[in-house]
């Protein structure tokens, strides 16, 4: 079972994303904003962050920076999610250390394959890669 956070300002968004993520055995540590969710990946260090680009306060783009300057989260898999489909704002997620986007709305069915993904990687504790 894999731990994954979310930081996602938005309650339905939030609900949403946890609901299909404990529906597929992965155990959610949800959060409302960049400072809280920080600070919990500094101390739970989850196996993949999802992070919402636009939060009040510390947002994704911000805590994306920061797990990536800390030697303990640096590997950790992010995944950012966006509202604005501009290629500008995509980008502005990949420079900060992401390492895949999505623009909301999304599909769950892309949401979740994307996440096993990035799960399946070599130095993350999600379930083993097919061979």
Known sequence: MSTVLIAEDDLAIRD???FLLDTSGHHVLACADGGSALATARR???DLAILDVNMP???GIEVCRALRG????RPMPVLMLTSHGQWLDVSTGFAAGADDCLV???EPSELMSRIETLLERPGTAGPPAAS
């Open 44 to 46: 739970e260090h989850p």
């Open 57 to 59: 306060g510390i947002d």
């Open 70 to 73: 800390t030697a303990d989260t």
């Open 104 to 106: 909301k709305p999304f």
């Open 16 to 18: 949403l994303l946890t």
